[in-house]
Nanobody, 120 residues
């Protein structure tokens, strides 16, 4: 099982980016999925998370109204639409998911991280 992220990059303040994270491998079921970020010298923090059905979401106060998490369960993919980006959003963004494998092992998985840099 692995999570593969894409969509990071360099953007000017006020711009937008869309991150994607796809779960692949021996996945039987994907449960909650979310995005975390870690800026240099800071702890990793939750940015946004979603239940499997998407009926419940949670956002960090700093991104409410600017970021939107969504998912396509048919593709085992979660997205993070980031609008009105500010330099403080600069960080490595990590995808996280709870996954039950086809071997009936439930685990907590992380992506490799994707860099988001917002210039002022």
């Amino acid at each position: 099982v692995q999570l593969v992220e894409s969509g990071g990059g360099l953007v000017q303040a006020g711009g937008s980016l869309r991150l994607s994270c796809a779960a692949s491998g021996s996945t039987f079921s994907v449960y909650a999925m979310g995005w975390y970020r870690q800026a240099p010298g800071k702890q990793r923090e939750l940015v946004a998370a979603s239940t499997r059905g998407g009926s419940r979401t949670n956002y960090a106060d700093s991104v409410k109204g600017r970021f939107t998490i969504s998912r396509d369960n048919a593709k085992n993919t979660v997205y993070l639409q980031m609008n009105s980006l500010v330099p403080e959003d600069t960080a490595v963004y990590y995808c996280n998911a709870g996954i039950l494998s086809t071997d009936w092992v439930r685990g907590d998985y992380w992506g490799q991280g994707t860099q988001v840099t917002v210039s002022s």
